[in-house]
Protein backbone atom coordinates (compact mmCIF):
# COMPACT_ATOMS: atom_id res chain seq x y z
CA UNK A 1 0.00 0.00 0.00
CA UNK A 2 1.34 3.43 -1.07
CA UNK A 3 0.74 6.09 2.09
CA UNK A 4 1.17 9.52 0.75
CA UNK A 5 2.71 11.05 3.69
CA UNK A 6 2.95 14.74 3.09
CA UNK A 7 5.44 17.15 2.01
CA UNK A 8 7.61 17.23 5.19
CA UNK A 9 6.01 18.50 8.08
CA UNK A 10 4.44 15.91 10.26
CA UNK A 11 1.55 18.02 10.87
CA UNK A 12 0.32 17.49 7.24
CA UNK A 13 -0.33 13.91 7.66
CA UNK A 14 -4.07 12.36 7.20
CA UNK A 15 -5.29 10.49 9.91
CA UNK A 16 -5.97 7.72 7.64
CA UNK A 17 -2.05 7.76 6.78
CA UNK A 18 -1.12 7.11 10.48
CA UNK A 19 -3.32 4.25 10.71
CA UNK A 20 -2.29 2.55 8.15
CA UNK A 21 1.27 3.17 9.06
CA UNK A 22 1.05 2.00 12.68
CA UNK A 23 -1.32 -0.98 11.74
CA UNK A 24 0.54 -2.26 8.97
CA UNK A 25 2.72 -5.35 9.19
CA UNK A 26 5.82 -4.03 7.67
CA UNK A 27 6.31 -0.72 7.30
CA UNK A 28 9.01 0.57 4.16
CA UNK A 29 10.76 3.71 3.65
CA UNK A 30 12.65 5.18 0.35
CA UNK A 31 16.46 6.26 0.92
CA UNK A 32 18.71 7.76 -1.53
CA UNK A 33 21.92 5.52 -2.37
CA UNK A 34 23.66 7.66 -0.15
CA UNK A 35 22.27 6.59 2.52
CA UNK A 36 20.82 9.17 4.68
CA UNK A 37 17.03 9.48 6.51
CA UNK A 38 14.67 10.81 4.18
CA UNK A 39 11.91 13.31 4.46
CA UNK A 40 9.59 9.84 4.60
CA UNK A 41 11.19 8.27 7.35
CA UNK A 42 11.09 11.23 9.74
CA UNK A 43 7.71 11.87 9.08
CA UNK A 44 6.84 8.01 10.23
CA UNK A 45 9.13 7.73 13.27
CA UNK A 46 7.09 11.33 14.43
CA UNK A 47 4.10 9.53 14.49
CA UNK A 48 4.78 5.11 14.73
CA UNK A 49 7.16 4.08 17.55
CA UNK A 50 7.70 0.63 15.18
CA UNK A 51 10.68 -1.10 13.10
CA UNK A 52 10.77 0.96 9.94
CA UNK A 53 12.87 -0.79 7.05
CA UNK A 54 14.52 1.12 4.41
CA UNK A 55 14.51 0.44 0.35
CA UNK A 56 17.85 2.14 -1.38
CA UNK A 57 16.84 3.71 -4.53
CA UNK A 58 19.48 4.80 -6.85
CA UNK A 59 19.36 8.91 -8.11
CA UNK A 60 21.03 7.97 -11.00
CA UNK A 61 19.75 6.74 -14.41
CA UNK A 62 20.02 3.66 -16.42
CA UNK A 63 21.23 -0.07 -14.84
CA UNK A 64 21.47 1.52 -10.91
CA UNK A 65 18.11 2.56 -11.12
CA UNK A 66 16.79 -0.83 -12.51
CA UNK A 67 18.38 -2.55 -10.57
CA UNK A 68 17.54 -0.56 -7.28
CA UNK A 69 14.17 -0.90 -8.35
CA UNK A 70 14.26 -4.74 -8.53
CA UNK A 71 15.88 -5.17 -5.43
CA UNK A 72 13.66 -2.80 -3.78
CA UNK A 73 10.49 -5.10 -5.24
CA UNK A 74 12.40 -8.25 -3.96
CA UNK A 75 12.40 -6.82 -0.75
CA UNK A 76 8.17 -6.59 -0.27
CA UNK A 77 7.80 -9.79 -2.01
CA UNK A 78 9.73 -11.67 0.43
CA UNK A 79 8.12 -9.76 3.48
CA UNK A 80 4.52 -11.20 1.66
CA UNK A 81 6.18 -14.48 1.48
CA UNK A 82 7.03 -14.23 5.67
CA UNK A 83 3.64 -13.83 6.16
CA UNK A 84 2.94 -10.23 6.21
CA UNK A 85 -0.51 -9.38 5.00
CA UNK A 86 -0.12 -5.68 4.42
CA UNK A 87 2.86 -3.54 3.35
CA UNK A 88 3.09 0.17 3.71
CA UNK A 89 5.42 2.43 1.63
CA UNK A 90 5.16 6.06 3.06
CA UNK A 91 6.42 8.24 0.03
CA UNK A 92 6.26 12.08 0.49
CA UNK A 93 3.49 13.98 -1.16
CA UNK A 94 0.69 11.36 -2.86
CA UNK A 95 1.73 8.17 -4.09
CA UNK A 96 0.20 8.80 -7.36
CA UNK A 97 2.23 12.08 -7.96
CA UNK A 98 5.48 11.63 -9.27
CA UNK A 99 6.23 9.08 -6.27
CA UNK A 100 8.39 6.10 -6.35
CA UNK A 101 5.61 3.99 -5.35
CA UNK A 102 4.20 3.24 -9.16
CA UNK A 103 7.71 1.83 -9.93
CA UNK A 104 7.92 -0.20 -7.05
CA UNK A 105 3.76 -1.21 -7.43
CA UNK A 106 4.81 -2.18 -11.01
CA UNK A 107 7.60 -4.55 -9.74
CA UNK A 108 6.11 -6.04 -6.89
CA UNK A 109 2.87 -7.07 -9.88
CA UNK A 110 5.70 -8.53 -11.38
CA UNK A 111 6.77 -10.86 -8.48
CA UNK A 112 3.36 -11.18 -6.41
CA UNK A 113 0.66 -11.15 -9.37
CA UNK A 114 -2.36 -11.63 -7.13
CA UNK A 115 -1.10 -8.56 -4.90
CA UNK A 116 -3.73 -5.83 -4.15
CA UNK A 117 -2.29 -2.66 -4.34
CA UNK A 118 -4.06 0.46 -2.74
CA UNK A 119 -3.18 4.03 -2.49
CA UNK A 120 -3.74 6.14 0.35
CA UNK A 121 -3.41 9.86 -0.73
CA UNK A 122 -1.27 12.57 0.67
CA UNK A 123 -0.71 16.61 1.17
CA UNK A 124 0.97 17.37 -2.56
CA UNK A 125 3.95 20.19 -2.71
CA UNK A 126 1.66 22.07 -4.76
CA UNK A 127 -0.97 22.02 -1.91
CA UNK A 128 1.55 23.26 0.98
CA UNK A 129 3.20 25.80 -0.84
CA UNK A 130 -0.21 27.23 -1.98
CA UNK A 131 -1.37 27.32 1.84
CA UNK A 132 1.63 28.62 3.45
CA UNK A 133 2.19 31.79 1.06
CA UNK A 134 -1.65 32.16 0.38
CA UNK A 135 -1.82 31.28 -2.96
CA UNK A 136 -5.03 30.42 -5.28
CA UNK A 137 -3.76 28.25 -7.78
CA UNK A 138 -7.19 27.87 -9.74
CA UNK A 139 -10.49 29.31 -10.24
CA UNK A 140 -13.17 29.86 -12.33
CA UNK A 141 -12.48 28.32 -15.66
CA UNK A 142 -8.34 28.38 -15.42
CA UNK A 143 -6.76 25.58 -16.32
CA UNK A 144 -3.64 23.95 -13.97
CA UNK A 145 -0.62 22.28 -15.36
CA UNK A 146 1.82 20.53 -13.29
CA UNK A 147 5.01 19.28 -14.48
CA UNK A 148 8.87 18.51 -13.59
CA UNK A 149 11.63 20.38 -14.41
CA UNK A 150 12.92 17.37 -15.64
CA UNK A 151 11.18 18.08 -18.71
CA UNK A 152 13.23 20.34 -19.67
CA UNK A 153 12.55 24.20 -19.78
CA UNK A 154 11.09 24.38 -22.85
CA UNK A 155 8.39 22.11 -21.92
CA UNK A 156 7.74 24.62 -19.20
CA UNK A 157 7.79 27.63 -21.74
CA UNK A 158 5.29 25.73 -23.56
CA UNK A 159 3.44 25.32 -20.24
CA UNK A 160 3.27 29.09 -19.77
CA UNK A 161 2.43 29.54 -23.42
CA UNK A 162 -1.14 27.31 -22.69
CA UNK A 163 -1.96 27.20 -19.32
CA UNK A 164 -3.03 29.42 -16.94
CA UNK A 165 -1.45 28.01 -13.85
CA UNK A 166 1.92 26.52 -14.06
CA UNK A 167 3.44 24.47 -10.99
CA UNK A 168 7.12 23.23 -11.97
CA UNK A 169 8.54 20.56 -9.66
CA UNK A 170 12.17 19.82 -9.49
CA UNK A 171 13.51 22.63 -10.88
CA UNK A 172 16.13 24.04 -8.59
CA UNK A 173 19.27 23.22 -10.32
CA UNK A 174 18.07 25.04 -13.39
CA UNK A 175 16.46 27.99 -11.27
CA UNK A 176 17.90 30.64 -13.26
CA UNK A 177 16.74 29.22 -16.60
CA UNK A 178 13.58 28.47 -15.33
CA UNK A 179 13.22 32.05 -13.84
CA UNK A 180 14.58 33.28 -17.20
CA UNK A 181 11.79 31.44 -18.86
CA UNK A 182 8.88 32.83 -16.77
CA UNK A 183 9.88 36.05 -17.07
CA UNK A 184 10.16 36.01 -20.34
CA UNK A 185 6.90 35.30 -20.37
CA UNK A 186 6.01 38.54 -18.38
CA UNK A 187 4.48 35.85 -15.63
CA UNK A 188 7.18 36.38 -13.02
CA UNK A 189 4.86 39.20 -10.45
CA UNK A 190 2.91 36.93 -8.28
CA UNK A 191 5.13 33.65 -9.16
CA UNK A 192 5.87 32.18 -5.90
CA UNK A 193 9.32 29.81 -4.71
CA UNK A 194 9.45 26.88 -2.54
CA UNK A 195 11.66 24.67 -0.80
CA UNK A 196 12.43 22.37 1.73
CA UNK A 197 8.57 22.73 2.45
CA UNK A 198 7.81 21.50 6.08
CA UNK A 199 10.93 21.14 7.25
CA UNK A 200 13.18 23.87 9.70
CA UNK A 201 14.71 25.59 6.55
CA UNK A 202 11.69 25.91 4.49
CA UNK A 203 12.38 29.04 2.26
CA UNK A 204 9.02 30.74 0.66
CA UNK A 205 9.25 33.74 -0.92
CA UNK A 206 8.22 35.75 -4.04
CA UNK A 207 9.90 34.41 -7.07
CA UNK A 208 10.70 38.05 -8.16
CA UNK A 209 13.22 37.88 -5.00
CA UNK A 210 15.36 35.29 -6.15
CA UNK A 211 19.05 35.80 -7.15
CA UNK A 212 18.69 35.51 -10.78
CA UNK A 213 21.92 33.74 -10.81
CA UNK A 214 21.63 31.07 -8.26
CA UNK A 215 20.51 27.32 -8.19
CA UNK A 216 18.54 25.92 -5.28
CA UNK A 217 17.52 22.60 -3.51
CA UNK A 218 16.60 19.79 -6.36
CA UNK A 219 13.34 19.45 -4.44
CA UNK A 220 11.61 22.73 -4.55
CA UNK A 221 8.46 24.15 -6.54
CA UNK A 222 7.62 27.42 -8.26
CA UNK A 223 3.56 28.43 -8.95
CA UNK A 224 3.15 30.51 -11.81
CA UNK A 225 -0.43 32.39 -11.63
CA UNK A 226 -2.33 34.37 -13.95
CA UNK A 227 -3.30 37.70 -13.38
CA UNK A 228 -6.73 38.22 -11.97
CA UNK A 229 -8.72 41.36 -11.77
CA UNK A 230 -11.51 40.99 -8.69
CA UNK A 231 -14.08 38.50 -7.42
CA UNK A 232 -15.36 36.33 -10.20
CA UNK A 233 -13.17 37.59 -12.82
CA UNK A 234 -11.95 33.92 -13.99
CA UNK A 235 -15.74 32.32 -13.72
Not at 16 to 35: E, I, N, S, W
Not at 157 to 165: E, S
Amino acid sequence: MGVGVGPGDPDLVTVRAVRVLRDADVVVVPVADTGEEGRAERIVRAHAEREVRRLVFALTDGPRRDGAWDAAGAQVARAFAEGSRTVAFATIGDPNVYSTFTYLAATVRTLVPEVEVRTVPGITAMQALAAASGTVLVEGRESLALMPLTAGVDALRRALDAHDTVVAYKGGRVLPEVLEAVRDAGRLAGAVYGASLGLPDEDIRPAAGLDPGAAGPYLSALIVTPPRTGRGGRL
